[in-house]
């Protein structure tokens, strides 16, 4: 067979298998990517140590309380995909008592597991029932953007977008809206003051950062306008008054 033909025959599988491979290499970035976005037990345990000498006493309590419990929070969903012999994708409602149910595999208990950890836990489930299958899972946190924002509500979100983000999920801030007293609750308690909260939003720092779990609200303060119409009529009275005694 002349060379430029078997050239010819040989490229088109070249290509694939060229093409297959930067497939391959990009998924595996985009997976140690995520991976990075989540902090690890050991960031967290440095972090909260630091918070504590500084008398960071509010974020102390949050990382402590993160490190102790999990992410983890019944309603949250996590999106997990099989790879290899065994395909499956689906999105999947964590449970009460925070279990994961896979099907025909169980339940994958959730309690204390950071969200850096789930792949970890899910391999290691799915282990037991699966031979040469990855796994890949992306949570989901469910949030409240309240306030003046055009369309105020819950909402699904990966836990590496950004602070501002999320506010654009909910349709942007409301002309009325005052961002420079936005705040953070968790159970009726605000756990990011304004200050604080225009600090992340300036550094860029994302839903995972903040240590938020499902449930938490990020609410808009509405700008106070100023009443000149009462002002005048009030100062109209005044005035009335103080001219009704000058007569006297």
Do not use: C
């Amino acid at each position: 067979m002349p060379k430029g033909t078997m050239v010819r025959l040989l490229l088109p599988a070249l290509l694939v298998l060229a093409s297959a491979g930067r497939s391959a290499s990009g998924q595996t970035e985009r997976a140690q990517e995520s991976a990075r976005n989540f902090e690890t037990r050991a960031q967290l345990e440095a972090e909260a140590r630091t918070a504590e000498q500084e008398n960071r006493t509010g974020e102390a309590w949050l990382l402590r309380s993160r490190l102790q419990r999990g992410d983890f929070q019944e309603g949250d969903r996590i999106v997990v995909m099989l790879l290899g012999t065994t395909t499956f994708n689906d999105t999947i409602s964590v449970r009460a008592g925070k279990l994961l149910a896979l099907p025909r595999m169980g339940d994958v208990a959730l309690d204390g597991v950071l969200r850096s950890e789930l792949g970890a836990r899910l391999s290691t489930h799915l282990a037991r029932f699966l031979r040469d299958s990855t796994v890949r899972a992306t949570p989901l946190v469910r949030l409240a953007v309240l306030g003046q924002v055009q369309r105020p509500g819950f909402y699904y979100t990966s836990a590496d977008v950004l602070l501002s983000d999320m506010l654009m999920k909910a349709g942007g801030p409301a002309p009325s809206a005052d961002l420079g007293k936005m705040v953070i609750r968790r159970g009726g308690e605000t756990i990011w003051n304004a200050k604080d909260t225009r600090t992340a939003m300036s550094d860029g720092l994302s839903i995972e950062r903040l240590h938020l779990r499902a449930g938490d609200e990020i609410y808009v303060a509405e700008q106070k306008s100023t009443n000149w119409t009462a002002i005048a009529q009030i100062g109209i009275s005044v005035l009335g008054l103080a001219f009704a005694l000058t007569r006297l």
